[in-house]
């Protein structure tokens, strides 16, 4: 079935450092893609998010890249800061239902 | 202020005894999910509901139910819990289904 895959599971980076997070997906329908922050004990809060027409979006210190030929997405942080520490998702939207599937999770720990 | 809303936080329960967990909305979205979160697992969808007295099975809906008869509102219940349905779960909103999720604070369900 589709999957999507989230790499590393866990990043450690000193502040100021950028902290790169790749996904893949495997259902060439998918034609969504957003990032997720989570913070400790709270729900997760949309970051960014992609459409299948763009190949780059920026937002201040966050930007997300999308290769739909390689299948494949990745959220950059830059100049990160303590305050970045969270766990961060990458979703893909389902081609063929109304659905994201969800990668599963990558704790950045951002060091002062 | 806009917000998704779940009820209870926090529960302890033992096998067998039927529960809801209620999830309401006041942003007037159409589309509502819920979500389990497990260790290692990251989020996993249960169900979803594109608009009022429509629902769709999720990615692990085995020993769950829903129903969306007001739009508002999508609570998840289940009939028979078991230990293995132990996890944190979330509700989330968005305005058409490849929009913004708005996520709730999370129930944290133990099961006995």
């Known amino acids: 079935g589709e999957n999507v895959e989230q790499h590393p599971s866990t990043l450690s980076v000193q502040e100021g450092d950028s902290a790169v997070i790749k996904c893949t997906y495997s259902?060439?329908?998918?034609?969504?893609f957003p990032w997720y922050k989570q913070e400790l004990g709270k729900g997760p809060q949309l970051i960014i998010d992609?459409?299948?027409?763009?190949g780059e979006k920026k937002d201040q210190r966050i930007a997300v890249t999308l290769n739909k030929t390689a299948k494949h997405f990745s959220l950059h942080i830059t100049e990160t800061q303590p305050e970045d520490s969270a766990v961060y998702f990458c979703?893909?939207?389902?081609?063929?239902?109304?659905?994201?599937?969800f990668g599963k999770g990558t704790k950045l720990s951002v060091k002062p | 202020e806009a917000q998704v809303t779940q009820n209870p936080r926090y529960l302890i329960t033992v096998t067998g005894k039927k529960l809801t967990v209620t999830c309401s909305q006041n942003?007037?979205?159409?589309?509502m999910s819920w979500y389990r979160q497990d260790p290692g697992l990251g989020l996993r969808q249960i169900y979803y509901?594109?608009?009022?007295?429509?629902?769709d099975k999720g990615d692990v809906p085995e020993g769950y139910k829903v129903s969306r008869k007001e739009k508002r509102n999508f609570p998840l219940i289940l009939e028979s819990p078991s230990p293995n349905q132990t996890s944190l779960y979330f509700c989330?909103?968005?305005?058409?289904?490849?929009?913004?999720?708005?996520f709730g604070p999370g129930t944290r369900l133990t099961v006995l």
């Open positions: 989330a909103s968005s305005a058409r289904r490849y929009n913004e999720q708005f």
């Open positions: 259902d060439s329908a998918s034609n969504y």
């Open positions: 992609i459409r299948s027409n763009v």
């Open positions: 979703a893909a939207s389902r081609g063929s239902q109304g659905n994201l599937i």
């Open positions: 942003m007037n979205h159409e589309y």
């Open positions: 509901s594109m608009n009022v007295e429509v629902t």
